[in-house]
């Protein structure tokens, strides 16, 4: 009898270097807090029917924060390679269960990780860094080297690569001009929050997480009035400089600014960047994005499956019907018929019971 093939997919954790930091204060720029719940998804997906399986599980993207890992570094849009992996191996260290459990998912006959490179996880566009990754997990781990991962008509991706201001330049994907090591060429929106964003979640941790942005503008102008202002100013100091290319900016010159202004939507719209492939890409049977944070299932014409898997962080909605904080621990699950044909799922990981759940600092 041939095993049951399951693949399995999950992206958008953005893991800095933990909660708290070294000296004890917290890690503002942390945005992952569900360590256990992850280790228990993974050690689920080991045992029972599973382990009889292959089970490939890919990790679609920004599941490495290299932008957000502790507050209080120099440079930090200078990301050598030296820089790339000492943010690397913070990140392991910050979330130590986690990393066993994957390592000790791979270990299992016919188990795989297949790691995926997203805007947030750009420190693996060196290949030492994709090295120290996979030696570091072992066997049966693998750091996948571009941005397409292409199997049996599903196409995987992170998505940004299709949004103007995340594309990821591989065909220059280091900058040498001016300095002693080469450093990461990062995308314009990286950058935007490396140099703007970080500097607003020291009074506002959240200030990503919401949604609509519209919404929390006029929010934050009415009920949070000083720090709206502050903000803002920061941000257009922030649009001068880039515009002037005034400092470091200078360095960063060949960013496609126009482009990103025509392209420029917001929240994302991955539908039609998945629509956009299918046209391309008439063989293919199901499409598979991360990079949108919004959970996604549809049918488009002839059969053909879009998915996005959705954000492991915390969300906060304005929006009159959905209000309040969420968190949708969300996967794609995807199985192949007796034909060989995959049929893709969206699920939510609901955890094992407890009586009792930690809340950490409220
Ligand atoms: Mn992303």
Known sequence: MTKQ????????????????RADGGTNYLEDFFH?????????YHSQGEFEKAEVELVINGDFFNHLQVW???????????????RRTEAIMVGHPGLFDALARFATVADHSVIFLIGNHDIGFIWPSVRKMVEEKLGRGVKVHPEPVYLKDGVWIEHGNQH????????????????????????????LFVIRFLNKVKRDRPYVDKVYPFRLYLRWALIHDTGFAIRAALTGIIYFMAVLLRIGENRRFARQQFMKIVKEFSFPVKMDRAAKRVFALHPTLRIVVFGHGHKATARLFAGGKEYFNSGIWNEMISLEIGTMGRHLALTFIDIRYDAGGNPHGSLKEWKGHYREVEEMGLL
Request: charge should be negative; hydrophobic fraction near 40%; avoid cysteine.
């Open 35 to 43: 360590d256990a719940k992850l280790i228990e998804f993974i050690d």
């Open 5 to 20: 093939r399951i693949r399995l997919v999950i992206s958008d954790f953005h893991l800095g270097a933990g909660p708290t």
């Open 163 to 190: 949004v103007a201001e995340n594309r990821i330049d591989f065909k220059q994907p280091f900058l040498h001009a001016g300095f002693d090591q080469p450093i990461v060429n990062l995308p314009w929106g990286d």
């Open 71 to 85: 507050p209080g570094e120099k440079h930090p849009e200078l990301m050598t390679e030296e820089v790339a992996r």
